[in-house]
């Protein structure tokens, strides 16, 4: 079963900049379409942005334009970098596989606390 391993999160000023990676073990991670999900304090989880596997991207609302996620098959390796960051994108952050409309696979690292905080 394919495992994920989340690194890169911290704590930053409004404003910053993070990258967040994402390992996956096994060898077919370039059949998957892959998404990053956080959950905040009391929240829910949910989508913050998403790469199928031809490419195509997809991204919440609310990180549109600061967020860019971007895969590296040969490394099978997911990334999320993450500018101009907000106090409201604190959050654990975590990828997953997804399937048809972003659904999780349920395959959950430990994930990366983001903190962003003056």
């Known amino acids: 079963q394919v495992q994920f391993v989340e690194s890169g999160g911290g704590l930053v000023p409004p404003g910053g900049s993070l990258r967040l990676s994402c390992v996956a073990s096994g060898s077919r991670f370039s059949n998957y379409a892959m998404g990053w999900y956080r959950q905040a304090p009391g929240k829910q989880r949910e989508l913050v942005a998403g790469?199928?596997?031809?490419?195509?991207?997809t991204y919440a609302d609310s990180v549109k334009v600061r967020f860019t996620i971007s895969r590296d098959n040969a490394k099978n390796t997911v990334y999320l970098q993450m500018n101009s960051l907000k106090p409201e994108d604190t959050a654990v952050y975590y990828c997953?596989?997804?399937?048809?409309?972003?659904?999780?696979?349920?395959?959950w690292g430990q994930g990366t606390k983001v903190i962003v905080s003056s």
């Open positions: 997953s596989s997804a399937v048809g409309d972003w659904a999780p696979s349920g395959v």
């Open positions: 790469i199928r596997i031809d490419g195509r991207r």
